[in-house]
């Protein structure tokens, strides 16, 4: 199975700043139609996960603009250019090229 | 609005069986791949199954493989999922899900199966 690998695990930030979130896979996410299937989800306290990247820096609907993905192959990013308070939770990175599609392990966002 | 409500869990005993339901709304349900996921209680995320637009084709993880099945009813706009032999370790949130790679990826709200005695 693809290893899916996030650092940090724990980000404490300050409001208004911006934070970074690694995700590194096992293998190549590169599909041979040239789309990179990897995607962020976020997961708010008491909530259910939310998508909020398809195919490394696509947004999702209702998604703000400060949150943006990158990357290429298997290095990629999550940032944030400001946090608000609303951002505090859990992000996930999922790669859903190989089966069974999995997850990173979480890193949790919270105010300093 | 796009839309999936999942129901059916519950306490179930060791050993046992449960099927979950998920409703969907608000979005073409004939056309999506549609999964399940699960998330245990403080814990991280697991994609369990998929299954195409007709159900002709499923995949599932290890985890589950032989005792999780998944199937769909697109008259009724409905998925599910048929947990057998079920033990601890399968105690967690049961999301619907929709197995898009492009432009439309929501979840249901989830619903909680707890295995014990």
């Known amino acids: 199975d693809v290893v899916m690998t996030q650092s940090p695990l724990s980000l404490p930030v300050t409001l208004g700043q911006p934070a970074s979130i690694s995700c590194k896979s096992s293998q190549s996410l590169v599909h041979s139609d040239g789309n990179i299937y990897l995607n962020w989800f976020q997961q708010r306290p008491g909530q259910s996960p939310r998508r909020l990247i398809y195919?490394?820096?696509n947004r999702d609907s209702g998604v703000p603009d400060r949150f943006s993905g990158s990357g290429s192959g298997t290095d990629f990013t999550l940032k944030i250019s400001r946090v608000e308070a609303e951002d505090v939770g859990v992000y996930f990175c999922l790669q859903v090229l190989h089966w069974p599609w999995t997850f990173g392990q979480g890193t949790t966002v919270e105010i300093k | 609005e796009v839309q999936m409500v999942e129901s059916g869990g519950g306490l179930v005993q060791p050993g046992g069986s449960l099927r979950l339901s998920c409703a969907a709304s608000g979005f073409t349900f004939n056309i999506y791949w549609m999964s399940w996921v699960r998330q245990a209680p403080g814990k991280g995320l697991e994609w369990l199954a998929n299954i195409n637009q007709d159900g002709s084709e499923k995949y599932y993880v290890d985890s589950v493989k032989g005792r999780f099945t998944i199937s769909r009813d697109n008259a009724k706009n409905s998925l599910y999922l048929q947990m057998n032999n079920l033990g601890a370790e399968d105690t967690a949130v049961y999301y619907c899900a929709i197995a898009d790679r492009g432009p439309i990826g929501n979840w249901g709200q989830g619903t909680l199966v707890t295995v014990s005695s």
């Open positions: 195919k490394v820096s």
